[in-house]
């Protein structure tokens, strides 16, 4: 089984910056590098959307329209922890915020992940 913890959620000001941390742990995620990270998010009353994947395979990130140049993905295999340092942070970025794993493919579809976070809540708010 994979399990993976995300951290670092929180309340922040407009304009503020967060950084999320997601761990993967569990006998059959020896090989941490091989698997695309995505994160994702879902507000209340809407679908999970994507906000960001990484593939160490691809070697370029890749970002939802909404949050380009603003958020940030990236990843230490040596740790098997994927980041999403987050800055620029708008009231539209209130959501539970999740991780996900995919083994064998490199999508923004929410579907095609194996594995899932509990989810970590960030609330943008004055």
């Known amino acids: 089984q994979v399990q993976l913890v995300e951290s670092g959620g929180g309340l922040v000001q407009p304009g503020g910056s967060l950084r999320l941390s997601c761990t993967a742990s569990g006998r059959t995620f020896s090989t941490f590098s091989s698997y695309t990270m995505g994160w994702f998010r879902q507000a209340p009353g809407k679908e999970r959307e994507f906000v960001a994947r990484s593939s160490w395979s691809i070697g370029y990130p890749d970002y939802a329209d909404s949050v380009k140049g603003r958020f940030t993905i990236s990843r230490d295999n040596a740790k098997n922890t994927v980041y999403l340092q987050m800055s620029g942070l708008k009231p539209e970025d209130t959501a539970v915020y999740y991780c996900?794993?995919?083994?064998?493919?490199?999508?923004?579809?929410?579907?095609?992940?194996?594995?899932w976070g509990q989810g970590t809540q960030v609330t943008v708010s004055s």
């Open positions: 996900a794993a995919d083994q064998s493919d490199y999508s923004t579809n929410a579907a095609h992940y194996d594995y």
